[in-house]
């Protein structure tokens, strides 16, 4: 009966790597075989989409407790999201970029723990996570670049004044903020303890 079995799922493309007959487990073959039955390009970008706008539904209750409704608009707008070729080829360049810029983070930590001593940790802490962010601010600048958004003669036109509205926001932001004590980093302040 197990001859029957082991029969019937390697002439299934997905198992035939489990056939013990066969040499061994090729992961390769593997990650292959999920790339070419979509497992990559709908499957994973479709479940991101959908975990990310079912957390932001649940967290803010935008429309109250009714998990079956957070479940559907989720399930919609990650189908949406998928079905659209630009969105599913930006998420690849961002992840890939993403990727790139976390593994220079990650060395750029193990030589910083090499290096650093306990008395100026604090500060390397500081700059290793403004580094973090400007490699964050490059990597969605570059995998927006790579569609030629800024490429574009709107762009072109109308550069400056979208730099004039940003710094215009902030110094709005900055004027309308709260005035608080010294050191403290409004909603960012469990960030700041954390780092101390």
Do not use: C
């Not at 593997?30 to 706008?53: K, S």
């Not at 961002?94 to 650093?116: E, P, Q, R, Y």
């Amino acid at each position: 009966m197990s001859g029957v079995l082991t029969n019937i799922l390697s002439a299934m493309p997905i198992f035939r790597q489990f056939d013990p007959f066969a040499g061994g487990f090729d992961f390769r073959n593997l990650i292959y075989q999920w790339e070419n039955i979509g497992v990559f390009d709908l499957f994973l970008p479709f479940l991101l989409v959908f975990a990310v706008v079912f957390a932001i539904l649940s967290s803010t209750r935008v429309l109250g407790d009714h998990k079956g409704v957070n479940i559907i608009i989720s399930l919609v707008l990650g189908l949406f999201s998928v079905r659209v070729l630009f969105v599913r080829d930006f998420f690849g360049v961002i992840f890939a970029n993403f990727g790139i810029a976390i593994a220079g983070l990650i060395v750029l930590v193990i030589l910083t723990g090499v290096f650093v001593t306990e008395k100026s940790r604090k500060q390397w802490v500081k700059l290793v996570f403004g580094i973090g962010v400007v490699g964050f601010v490059i990597v969605m600048i570059s995998s927006i670049n790579s569609f030629s958004w800024f490429g574009s003669p709107w762009w072109q036109r109308n550069w400056l004044n979208v730099l004039w509205i940003a710094i215009g926001g902030v110094l709005l932001a900055f004027m309308l903020a709260p005035k608080e004590k010294p050191g403290d980093w409004g909603p960012l302040e469990p960030l700041r303890k954390k780092l101390e």
